[in-house]
């Protein structure tokens, strides 16, 4: 069975620019989930979505972040203005009840 | 608010020195406490799942045990390659619906095993 898929996996970008991360989850998972890990700290939950709809973006910053669903599968993920701050990897997981299965994350540097 | 304490920060062994990992939690009503590996550049690695009070969960060299406030990670005769920062969480129990909430993490526990 094909794991949680993130890309890109590396990317540098100067503050004040956009970004933006692609996940794709485990087939027939329908909750997704979007966490951001800083360095030296545990995974931070973003945003949650139940198939299209999203169930929890409380400590999503709607000021500049944004997450989209894309049909109850891909979702992307895009942080416009970045800030210095940002700088973290973004990990991508998927669950089917239970148990979330994280992908490889995509390590984010904010020059 | 959901809270997660994992102690030590880091942890050094020598190959075949058992220890344990604490978790200490707080949440409000408990629908599961997790264990994940982090291996550098990799994302979270799922280990265990433990539901209630007095639960063991064992796989090769670790055994994971819950009570109502905190979780043991025993590892026993380690390995280099049991090398890893090693995440606890909590997930709360969702009052109605059968959809499944975030996971609250603790910092982890960074574990070397020297040969």
């Known amino acids: 069975e094909a794991g949680v898929a993130q890309s890109p996996r590396y990317k540098i970008i100067e503050k004040r620019q956009s970004v933006a991360f692609w996940c794709n989850p485990i087939?027939?998972?329908?909750?997704l989930y979007w966490y951001q890990q800083i360095l030296g700290q545990g995974p931070k939950l973003l945003i949650q979505f139940q198939n299209n709809g999203v169930v929890d973006d409380s400590q999503l910053p709607k000021d500049r972040f944004s997450a989209e669903r894309l049909k109850g599968v891909d979702s992307t993920l895009k942080i416009q203005p970045a800030k210095l701050e940002d700088s973290a990897v973004y990990l991508c997981?998927?669950?089917?009840?239970?148990?979330?299965?994280f992908g490889p994350g995509t390590r984010l540097l904010v020059l | 608010e959901d809270q997660v304490t994992q102690s030590p920060e880091a942890l050094r062994l020598q190959e075949g020195e058992s220890s344990s990992l604490n978790c200490s939690y707080t949440?409000?009503?408990?629908?599961?406490l997790f264990w994940y590996r982090q291996d550098p550049g990799k994302g979270p690695e799922f280990l265990f799942t433990?539901?209630?009070a007095g639960e063991e969960k064992e796989k090769e060299r670790l055994k994971a045990t819950l009570t109502k406030k905190e979780s043991f990670l025993h590892i026993t005769a380690p390995k280099p390659e049991d090398s890893a920062t090693y995440l606890c969480?909590?997930?709360?129990?969702?009052?109605?619906?059968?959809?499944?909430?975030?996971?609250?993490f603790g910092q982890g526990t960074i574990l070397t095993v020297h040969p």
């Open positions: 949440v409000s009503g408990l629908r599961g």
């Open positions: 087939s027939g998972h329908a909750t």
């Open positions: 969480a909590v997930q709360a129990a969702r009052a109605g619906g059968t959809s499944y909430g975030k996971l609250t």
């Open positions: 997981a998927s669950s089917l009840g239970g148990n979330q299965y």
């Open positions: 433990l539901y209630s």
